[in-house]
């Protein structure tokens, strides 16, 4: 009996003793954990989401890689707390996700390590990716990023309605190209379908109404920074953008009263016509509109965010990234590890593209296999238009905070449009000049 | 119950109102953590018909490291609960009953203790960790919570609303001052001490700032800091559903330790309030 008992223990503690000769590559990325469904998958072609297709990918690489023991952090999104945190305490992961407008605010602290070396190692050139991920990534000559996709407000389009109202040609919406057919539009859409046309974030959620309002304030030539120091927000641009926001929710041509997850809800249920969100919902209502009981039956279509003010065809755009926190404990072979994982995710790009973002390689840009995923044909020239805002700017992430704080506050109603560019600029310029 | 005891049935029927009325979030929290994502990201009011289902609680059991996460928090809660107890009632029996030098300004600055906010002390507090490479360990998610001005404050009212004559009497007995200490004076603080103990686990159970930034090792995170961290993107939209299971999940410990523990805690808070 007491053999019985001890026999387990030993080949426990022998275990426990067992010596890892594997080299360790400490990969920390929010997305979420979904261990219950993706746990054990390591084909990421059998995997669905974000989460789902980042754990199976991460799974394969270790199946494929037995030599490196890959230890995966996940964090709340974005996760940035805990990496200034981790920095703080000289003990950063060694790939870390992060955004492309957060890129720049730990590379001018020196806290990211450039990844050409890597890269040269792992054989990826930033040549080969879109205009618009390059662009995320890239400061001067420097490489601080293996981008994983760029992603964008689209509009996401509930075509039965935009049938009802009159506003498909050919089996194409037809978007309004000026201010002036906005109103047009979302009039006849009104009348016909006795429902606002346009679906978006009006409350708590601050990312919706400041992406509007960045898209209106480039599509118009104007540019939302001055420089380093200065934002650029008080401006005939910015007073154009948000007058014309308040414009239309103040006629009526806006839901109101909708948080992220009401405004969603909302448009699947067929409550208006256009929802302004990411490319990560395109997979959502596409499936939606494969479902007979969805307001979205056969009658869903996205596309890039229209050109309302033709100063200049462009669009905002954003990505996710893996960088590498600077380490000098970092050993050469956890370098080599880290080449190698991201090599792997190069080479896998199409896999992550599924979640609806955009590849961030041109070649898969062109492959017939992308173009084949349901609507990518319709949104691909974001990667060419696509511009995320400028480099030298730090601190984008509280500062995109206010800005969709003031646009909201002015298009509702609550704050007068010159008080609140007043306020948004007064803002982002303290924390411009606090460092 | 005399007749005259009992309440009337108005108030009854007002009591048992705003209780179920207070119960109506939980129970709405509740009902949604059974319902599937998909169904609560197209309309909410689904979740007032059926099917419903227990994937949600399978999806959190199906996390690896779910128990271990719950582990730390329960390690972490007790270890801060019994610490705060320790410290404060030392510390509340020497600012009531010892004479020192500098007793009053001592106090006086614990008591400015209560004023200051975690978020002033929280950048030194993570560089000293920092330099004694402590972060990722019991100690630092433990340690910063057992200086509780609060608990001081609280224990050394209490201390000085017990009679000296009692502790007078214990020494013409021959009773050395730890003595009246452990067996006279502390078992008449009990009220107060299961108020603070209580006070204190809940607090440690829930914190979620310091072990965010503490505790960055996935083995180490507590539990709230694990769920939030298992949280796909716009969770509030895509996983509503799993989203109130983990609310349901981080709240059931603490529920558990409420039933248990309801009689002591019902008589500690109305002790307390009485006094």
């Not at chain 1, 560019?421 to 303290?430: G, H, N, P, T, V």
Request: aromatic share 12%; net charge neutral.
């Amino acid at each position: 009996m007491r053999r019985l008992i001890l026999a387990p223990l030993l080949a426990l503690l022998a275990a426990c003793g067992a010596s890892d000769d594997r080299t360790e590559l400490v990969v920390q990325r929010f997305f979420g954990s979904c261990q219950a469904d993706y746990g054990a998958v390591n084909d990421p072609t059998k995997a669905d989401g974000e989460c789902g297709i980042m754990t199976a990918l991460i799974n394969r690489f270790e199946a494929d890689n037995p030599d490196i023991r890959v230890v995966e952090n996940v964090v709340f999104w974005p996760g940035y707390d805990q990496l200034t945190a981790q920095l703080a305490a000289n003990g950063p992961p060694d790939l870390v996700t992060m955004h492309s407008s957060a890129i720049s605010d730990y590379e001018a602290r020196d806290l990211l390590e450039p990844l050409n070396p890597v890269l040269a190692q792992a054989g990826v050139s930033p040549e080969s990716f879109t205009p618009a991920a390059r662009a995320g990534v890239m400061v001067g000559d420097q490489v601080m990023g293996l981008p994983i996709d760029v992603w964008a407000p689209l509009w996401h389009i509930n075509m039965n309605l935009f049938r009802k109202a009159g506003l498909v040609r050919d089996g194409r919406p037809i978007l309004p190209s000026s201010p002036e057919e906005f109103d047009a539009h979302a009039r006849q859409f009104h009348e016909r379908t006795g429902k606002p046309y346009l679906v978006q974030v009006t409350d708590k959620d601050f990312a919706g109404p400041m992406r509007i309002f960045y898209m209106y304030v480039m599509q118009q030539g104007g540019a939302p920074f001055r420089d380093a120091r200065h934002s650029n927000f008080n401006s005939p641009e910015g007073q154009r953008a948000l007058g014309f926001m308040r414009d239309l929710y103040q006629q009526g041509h806006s839901v109101r009263n909708q948080d992220y997850a009401g405004a969603v809800s909302t448009f699947l249920k067929g409550e208006g016509g256009v929802l302004i969100d990411g490319t990560w919902m395109v997979g959502q209502f596409t499936a939606a509109s494969q479902r007979e009981d969805s307001a979205l039956a056969d009658g869903y279509a996205v596309r890039p965010f229209p050109a309302i003010f033709k100063e200049r065809n462009v669009s905002l755009v954003d990505g996710h990234n893996w960088v590498m926190p600077r380490d000098e404990r970092r050993t050469q072979a956890q370098r080599e590890a880290a080449a190698r994982f991201l090599r792997f995710f190069a080479d896998n790009n199409f896999q992550w593209a599924r979640t609806g973002h955009f590849p961030a390689y041109t070649s898969i840009i062109e492959s017939a296999a992308w173009r084949a995923l349901p609507h990518r044909s319709d949104i691909a020239v974001l990667t060419q238009i696509g511009e995320p805002l400028p480099r030298f700017v730090r601190r984008q992430s509280p500062i995109e905070f206010i800005v969709g704080e003031e646009a909201s506050a002015a298009f509702t109603g609550q704050k007068s449009v010159d008080r609140a560019l007043q306020d948004m600029q007064r803002r982002a310029d303290e924390i411009l000049q606090s460092f | 119950m005399s007749a005259l005891r009992r309440p009337p049935p108005l108030a009854v029927v007002a009591v048992v109102a705003l209780a179920v009325l207070m119960l109506v979030p939980m129970l709405w929290v509740l009902i949604l953590s059974f319902k599937d994502n998909t169904a609560l990201l197209a309309d909410t009011a689904s979740a007032f018909v059926p099917p419903y289902t227990f994937a949600n609680y399978r999806n959190i059991m199906g996390e690896g490291q779910v128990f271990t996460w719950l582990m730390n928090s329960v390690i972490v809660s007790l270890a801060m609960t019994a610490g705060v107890l320790i410290v404060s009632s030392l510390a509340g029996y020497g600012f009531a009953r010892l004479e020192f030098p500098g007793r009053k300004i001592l106090f006086v600055v614990v008591l400015f203790g209560l004023a200051i906010p975690e978020q002033a002390v929280i950048i030194g507090r993570h560089q000293i960790f920092s330099a004694l490479s402590m972060h990722n360990s019991y100690t630092a998610l433990v340690v910063p919570g057992l200086s509780m001005p609060f608990g001081v404050f609280l224990m050394t009212q209490y201390f000085r609303a017990i009679p000296v004559e009692i502790d007078e009497a214990a020494m013409l007995d021959g009773a050395s001052r730890f003595r009246i200490f452990w067996r006279i004076l502390l078992p008449l603080t009990i009220p107060a001490q299961a108020t603070l103990g209580i006070f204190t686990f809940f607090q440690a159970w829930n914190d979620y700032w310091w072990p965010l930034i503490s505790a960055t090792d996935g083995q180490m995170y507590t539990l709230t800091v694990g769920i939030a961290a298992t949280q796909v993107n716009f969770a509030q939209a895509e996983g509503l559903g799993f989203l109130m299971a983990q609310a349901v999940f981080a709240g059931l410990p603490t529920l558990i330790v409420y039933l248990i523990f309801q009689k002591y805690i019902v008589r500690a808070v109305a002790g307390a309030a009485g006094q």
